[in-house]
């Protein structure tokens, strides 16, 4: 059984930044797929960005590329989500996820283990 804890939300203005960070239980992290997803209000959950375990390959969607970057880091069971020049479109609840295969997973049914959100508000 893997945890994932979310911290680092907040309320921020458009046009700035914030890091979130994600911490799990469990071994053997470095296998896991890990990804990023976002719910606004009264909206389905939205995958944001992921990144492979075996080596740190990412993909993201569309609408934060240039602008958020997704990392981990093994050696803290880590992983991290960097959004920077925020709009207020951003404002959601941000979740992290875990899967235990090998590939990059943009479909949330794909995930295994679920945090228990972040809310990240973005004022205009």
């Known amino acids: 059984q893997v945890q994932l804890v979310e911290s680092g939300g907040g309320l921020v203005q458009a046009g700035g930044s914030l890091r979130l960070s994600c911490s799990a239980s469990?071994?053997?992290?470095?296998?896991?797929?890990l990804g990023w997803f976002r719910q606004a209000p009264g909206k389905e959950r939205e995958f944001v960005a992921a990144?492979?375990?075996?080596?740190?390959?990412?993909n993201y969607i569309d609408s934060v590329k240039g602008r958020f970057t997704i990392s981990r880091d093994n050696a803290k069971n880590t992983v991290y989500l960097q959004m920077n020049s925020l709009k207020p479109e951003d404002t959601a609840v941000y979740y992290c996820a875990a899967h235990t295969r090998g590939w990059i997973i943009r479909n949330s049914g794909g995930y295994d283990y679920w945090g228990q959100g972040t809310q990240v508000t973005v004022s205009s």
């Open positions: 469990g071994r053997m992290f470095i296998n896991y797929g």
């Open positions: 990144i492979r375990g075996s080596d740190g390959y990412t």
